[in-house]
């Protein structure tokens, strides 16, 4: 089986920072992509950030020049360095990761249970 666990997330005043850290462990071959999305009450699940095996990265435009993703293959872990947070990136934030078992998956979709993110003075 595979696990994503995140940690990191809290209470953070406007204008502060955060970094989530997100592992991925149990058995496995390889970890595709990784990336991070979060839900707002009331709202859809979003993209914030993802980022390949090869670290190429992409991110959602309400985040760009604020929130970097990035990732250390060695230790199956990706991370979202989020600077100067409003209160409009209050949500739950949840890892996601493509990841396969063994080499001759096709490889699987797998979640955190996600980490709440509160930005407020």
């Known amino acids: 089986q595979v696990q994503l666990v995140e940690s990191g997330g809290g209470l953070v005043q406007p204008g502060g920072s955060l970094r989530l850290a997100c592992a991925a462990s149990g058995s496995i071959y390889r970890v595709n992509y990784m990336g991070w999305y979060r839900q707002a009450p009331g709202k859809e699940r979003e993209l914030v950030a993802v980022?390949?095996?090869?670290?190429?990265?992409n991110s959602a435009a309400s985040v760009k020049g604020r929130f970097t993703i990035s990732r250390d293959n060695a230790k199956n872990t990706v991370y979202l360095e989020m600077n100067s947070l409003n209160p409009e990136a209050t949500a739950v934030y949840y890892c996601?990761?493509?990841?396969?078992?063994?080499?001759?998956?096709?490889?699987?979709?797998?979640w955190g249970q996600g980490t709440q993110v509160t930005v407020s003075s």
């Open positions: 980022i390949t095996a090869a670290d190429s990265t």
């Open positions: 996601n990761a493509y990841i396969r078992q063994r080499i001759r998956d096709s490889g699987d979709d797998y």
